[in-house]
């Protein structure tokens, strides 16, 4: 895809869909980082609904901490890998209030150093809560990158540094969220609905779902 096309593209997301939010609920950079982490294999409506009640106690690492790793399981548990889940939780909270002061830090390196947070929930931390130019690579973002032939890889890594290199500066702040919701609702992985996507006539995917099937 010529940069003409991804210049096209994006406004015609920013244009139908201008303030995209992300589909968890949080309440700081920290419910915000927990949520994420617990989000990997697990769909945003679980996390949810188990940190629904979660955080009405817990704000701050060190409301996680006093919470304890058996009462968080207690919340969580309905959550794909819970065990291992809480364990990094409250290992983070701990760094987080001995390193950080109980602060989420605005660094890279640094979440990335935290139990359980990974390159891609780092990202995701910086670009929602601070407005980051980040660009966080699931599954959806992968393929869509690769389907459209707007950043090809075969890799998570290669496909975001090829979108952090094209995507316009004036539309990296929503970028991530947009691609997401596109990749989520309409660029599906088995059956795309081509017949329902603004940006159809921009997109190089060869088989595309005929409009209605």
């Known amino acids: 895809m010529n ?17 995209p ?8 950079p920290y419910t915000l980082l927990v949520a994420v982490a617990l989000s990997a294999q697990a769909t945003d409506v679980g996390v ?25 399981i207690e919340h969580i548990k309905t959550i794909g890998l819970y065990r291992g889940k809480a364990k990094n939780v409250m290992a983070a909270a701990k760094i987080l ?19 359980g947070v990974g390159r891609k929930t780092a990202n995701v931390v910086r670009n929602i809560a601070w407005g980051e ?11 869509l990158g690769n389907r459209t032939g707007m ?20 539309f990296m702040t929503h970028a991530h ?18 017949g329902d996507c603004i940006v159809n006539d921009l997109c190089n995917y060869k088989d595309k779902t005929p409009a209605g099937a």
């Open 3 to 19: 940069q003409a096309a991804i210049e096209e593209f994006f406004q015609r997301l920013s244009d139908a869909d201008p303030e």
């Open 97 to 115: 209030v001995e390193k950080h002061g109980g602060i989420v830090p605005n660094d890279q390196e640094a979440l990335e150093e935290l139990p």
């Open 151 to 170: 950043a090809n890889g075969k890799t998570v890594l290669a496909v975001e540094k090829a979108l952090l290199k094209k995507v316009p500066a004036r």
């Open 48 to 72: 949810n609904k188990a940190t629904k009640k979660l955080f009405q106690i817990v704000s701050t690492p060190q409301d996680m901490l006093d919470l304890g790793e058996e009462a968080l």
């Open 21 to 28: 939010k992300g589909e968890l609920d949080y309440t700081n």
């Open 133 to 143: 130019h980040t660009m966080a690579v699931d599954t959806h973002i992968f393929r």
């Open 177 to 194: 969220h947009w691609l997401i919701l596109h990749g989520r609702y309409i660029c599906k992985a088995r059956k795309p609905r081509c």
